[in-house]
């Protein structure tokens, strides 16, 4: 069993910054890529951003570019989220995910390419 375990997320003014983290723990296992998604209430799970381990390859959604850095440590399937700049549309439930599947070399921005996920993290920007 795997489990992706989220933390440092919290309350921040406009403007802040808040660095998020995700290890996984449980059985070994060598993702393909691990990334972060988000979801605020009433909307769908959207695409933040992601690291596919093998090509070295970051990608990032068109509304945190500039703002958010992704890292990680593909031995340890550790991800961190840096997120500076801080808006309220930034506000929402971040998830970490994790994917095993070749899907996701393609697919990266679909929740659906990822099998693993952490139970999410709340991350509140207020103006």
């Known amino acids: 069993q795997v489990q992706l375990v989220e933390s440092g997320g919290g309350l921040v003014q406009v403007g802040g910054s808040l660095r998020l983290s995700c290890a996984a723990s449980?059985?070994?296992?060598?993702?393909?890529?691990m990334g972060w998604f988000r979801q605020a209430p009433g909307k769908e799970r959207e695409f933040v951003a992601t690291?596919?381990?093998?090509?070295?390859?970051?990608y990032y959604a068109d509304s945190v570019k500039g703002r958010f850095t992704i890292s990680g440590d593909n031995a340890n399937n550790t991800v961190w989220l840096q997120m500076n700049s801080l808006k309220p549309e930034d506000t929402a439930v971040y998830y970490c995910?994790?994917?095993?599947?070749?899907?996701?070399?393609?697919?990266?921005?679909?929740?659906?390419?990822?099998?693993?996920w952490g139970q999410g993290t709340q991350v509140t920007v207020s103006s």
């Open positions: 995910a994790a994917s095993t599947d070749y899907s996701v070399n393609y697919y990266y921005r679909v929740p659906a390419s990822y099998n693993y």
């Open positions: 690291i596919r381990w093998s090509a070295g390859y970051i």
């Open positions: 449980g059985r070994a296992f060598s993702s393909k890529a």
